[in-house]
């Protein structure tokens, strides 16, 4: 019996271990588990179902100190001290006790059996991850196959081990497990040979139809199903240009979208001819994004560029774990395991509905979701959302509360974004500028020399105060051009602005960096993104979950470059450096271009989804049932034609053929089945109840022959023997027995010969 249950226990945890691996593998899947998840999947799992089984001596004290304290530490490593371990620390408990009734007092286990449903989700859930895109739909084509059969075999065959452990007596000849093993094998087959093998490509949405494409066109306010109560309300808008001029809506078709939907840096340019100009050469902003938040602005950054090349500029951190976080594909909801202790920050929920497949991060980001493939929302395809820590308020408000400087630990651990490796004709510009802007604050101030932490940050904003800030094409982030922008043009874009005021935080003392993304705030809805976002949220119905109030339309004209300045004790805090600066004019600010969304066509063509093959399924099932039949019947004549070759050579092993024999015919003649925790002696004496009334010739008092043939087996199989002629005697005895009790229990008449021949009651003893 302990055997057995080792062997059981061994099939759970390698069905666990099956599955959970398989993020490891698939293509939609950058990066399967962070560390809490690898710690909590592939350690703690199995630790405490191996804690629960193992037998130990003595009183539950023992299993106490064997499960209990390396499950407290293991949880500390998963999610660090605070509520984070919470999931690890009950995820461990509950694999202890299930694993602990299950084995040890099944009757009490039969939670068990939500088992098997827990490995069909994880399954399921990768099986949604095989449709997530077309790139990865026909990346993970073949493995959508191995993990439909992974789903069913893993779910019937655990539960074939969940029953087994439940019910461990009294099983044998059971038809319940042969009946869970042909099902497995038939639907794994099956999810082989008759499911498509581009069934994950058959349902995703074809949205770039050409014969579909439509003109662009201007569409009037009623086609946007704008509520009469909404018009000329709402929110606050950006002031027009000279003439009062306001920017358009536009629509264009879902089929003519532009495919690259890359994004500028805050100046709605276009990627690709067909982006940022509309006909005439006249400027257009393309939607990129709809966003969802109760809070604003929203900063969401997607590159964090820490690294500065004393001719390249600001570059990507290469050792900053936040940029290669946008991009990865995750399985599982990803969690900052860092504590947070940063002050002046509120929690809140982001949710986009992008054309982009990277998320956009406000910080500081403690829980991503995975990315989700939405359909029915044309180019708006991906489904991102976030949970992020960000300062809540104006950051210049810290300018009126106490801020420490830097503590030594922080330099040392910051010292990366404090670096300025500039050449020396640089550095003497820049300090120069630098040395300016504070002298002018401080006689703004009144307090020469008394320049605080927030005032130098304060001082490097308003020392813009004479420049431009203007929409241009360029994306020259060199020392070079920023020293141009200082010095010369004093005209730029938030390039300009913020990897100038990043590098003046560093030689201020400062820990700077720059990060680039979208800027979703209300003061850049204009009347035309209110009747997009309106037009959009009547089409899409993921959407209409949210409050008009709580949604932004965000376009390429929304791109955006801003500075992050290290506030001790407020952490990583977003400033606005063209805050200070000339505002643009005109059709100088992107934000003024006619704002191009997408017609979302609600009578959309899904690619055809290929109906169930009800007559593929009905004769793939009747010939895997004639070919396990036919399977099953070879192994009984064979099993039996290798006993009898067996039973001829006499002896020990000849004797125990030969009684492997005996109960396999009696089992095809309908006799008993002999339970494996019997001998052949205590089974001998339940055996004449399956006699014919009268037993052997000689009268009811005479032995049941099955008592002899044990006899002589035991004997045979047991005892030694000096002499081989008397061995070769009493196997000729046991053969006589063997052959009697054959003739005698042989049940009479044609259907019992049919009966005889056709039963597969003999494979219980395999």
Request: glycine share 10%.
């Amino acid at each position: 019996m302990k055997k057995k249950l080792a062997v059981l226990f061994s099939m759970r945890l390698f069905f666990w271990f099956s599955v959970v691996s398989i993020p490891f593998f698939h293509p939609g899947i950058s990066v399967s588990y962070d560390r809490a998840g690898l710690l909590q999947w592939f350690l703690i799992v199995p630790f405490e179902a191996l804690a629960a089984f193992l037998p130990v001596r003595g009183k539950g004290i023992v299993r106490f100190f064997l499960a209990v304290p390396p499950l407290l530490l293991f949880s500390v490593l998963a999610g660090g001290f605070g509520p984070g371990a919470l999931v690890p620390l009950c995820t461990g408990l509950l694999s202890f006790t299930l694993t602990f009734l299950l084995f040890h007092y099944p009757r009490w286990g039969k939670l068990s059996v939500a088992e098997p449903f827990l490995l069909a989700w994880i399954c399921f859930r990768l099986l949604v991850f095989s449709r997530s895109g077309e790139e990865a739909a026909g990346e993970s084509m073949g493995l959508t196959q191995i993990i439909l059969v992974a789903t069913a075999a893993a779910f019937l065959l655990h539960s074939l081990v969940v029953y087994f452990c439940l019910y461990p007596r009294g099983v044998s000849g059971s038809w319940g497990e042969t009946a869970i093993l042909a099902l497995g094998f038939a639907a794994a087959l099956a999810a082989v040979f008759i499911l498509p093998a581009d069934f994950v490509r058959n349902q995703v949405i074809a949205n770039l139809l050409p014969d579909r494409a439509r003109e662009l066109s201007k569409p009037d306010d009623n086609d946007w199903g704008i509520p009469d109560n909404a018009r000329g309300g709402g929110r606050r808008t950006i002031p027009g240009d000279e003439s009062g001029r306001q920017p358009d809506l536009r629509g264009l078709s879902e089929y003519d979208w532009p495919g690259g939907q890359g994004k500028g840096k805050g100046k709605g340019k276009e990627r690709g001819s067909s982006r940022g100009k509309g006909e005439g050469g006249e400027e257009r902003q393309y939607t990129v994004m709809v966003v969802a938040s109760k809070r604003e602005p929203l900063y969401m950054g997607d590159s964090f560029r820490g690294r500065l090349d004393p001719l390249r500029g600001f570059l990507p951190s290469q050792d900053e774990p936040l940029n290669s976080l946008p991009l990865t594909r995750l399985f599982n909801t990803w969690f900052d395991t860092a504590p947070g202790g940063d002050m002046g920050r509120e929690q809140a929920e982001v949710f986009s509905l992008s054309m982009l497949p990277q998320n956009f991060l406000p910080y500081r980001p403690f829980a991503l979701e995975p990315t989700v493939l939405s359909e029915g929302s044309g180019p708006l395809r991906y489904m991102h959302r976030v949970f992020s820590r960000i300062h809540s308020g104006d950051p210049l408000n810290l300018l009126f509360v106490p801020v420490r400087d830097l503590s030594g630990a922080e330099r040392e651990l910051l010292a990366p974004y404090l670096e300025v490796p500039l050449e020396e004709g640089d550095r003497e510009i820049f300090a120069g500028f630098l040395e300016d802007a504070l002298d002018t604050w401080d006689e703004r101030s009144a307090a020469a020399g008394s320049d605080t932490y927030m005032e130098k940050i304060l001082a490097i904003l308003t020392g813009f105060e004479d420049y431009q800030y203007t929409i241009n094409d360029n994306d020259d982030y060199s020392i070079a051009a920023l020293r141009e922008f200082l010095l010369d043009t004093k005209d730029g874009d938030c390039v300009e602005f913020s990897n100038t005021a990043a590098l003046l935080g560093r030689l201020a003392g400062i820990p700077s960096r720059v990060v680039t993304g979208y800027l979703a705030a209300e003061s850049l809805q204009t009347r035309a993104h209110r009747r997009g976002l309106a037009a959009l949220q009547s089409r899409i119905k993921v959407l209409q979950d949210y409050s008009p109030a709580d949604l932004y339309l965000v376009t390429d004209a929304h791109a955006h470059s801003w500075p992050q300045f290290y506030i001790p004790g407020y952490g990583w805090i977003d400033f606005e450096s063209t805050q200070f600066a000339i505002p643009p004019f005109g059709m100088g600010d992107g934000n003024m271009r006619d704002v191009v969304i997408p017609l979302i066509d609600e009578t959309k063509v899904f690619s055809q989804v290929r109906a169930f093959p009800w007559r593929a399924v009905l004769r793939t099932a009747a010939l895997l049932a004639l070919a396990s039949l036919l399977c099953a019947y070879a192994v009984r004549y064979g099993r039996e034609l290798f006993l009898f070759a067996g039973s001829r050579g006499g002896g020990r092993a000849g004797s125990r053929s030969l009684y492997l024999l005996l109960l396999a015919r009696l089992a095809a003649d309908g006799r008993p089945i002999k339970p494996a925790a019997k001998t052949a002696a205590e089974y001998s004496r339940l055996f004449p109840a399956a006699i014919a009334p009268g037993g052997l010739p000689g009268g009811p008092s005479s032995a049941s022959p099955f008592e002899a043939f044990a006899a002589l087996y035991t004997e045979l199989r047991w005892r030694e023997f000096p002499d081989e002629a008397e061995q070769a005697e009493r196997f000729g005895e046991l053969k006589r027995e063997y052959r009697k009790i054959i003739k005698i229990t042989r049940r009479r008449g044609i259907p019992a010969f049919f009966i005889r021949i056709f039963s597969l009651r003999g494979l219980a003893y395999l």
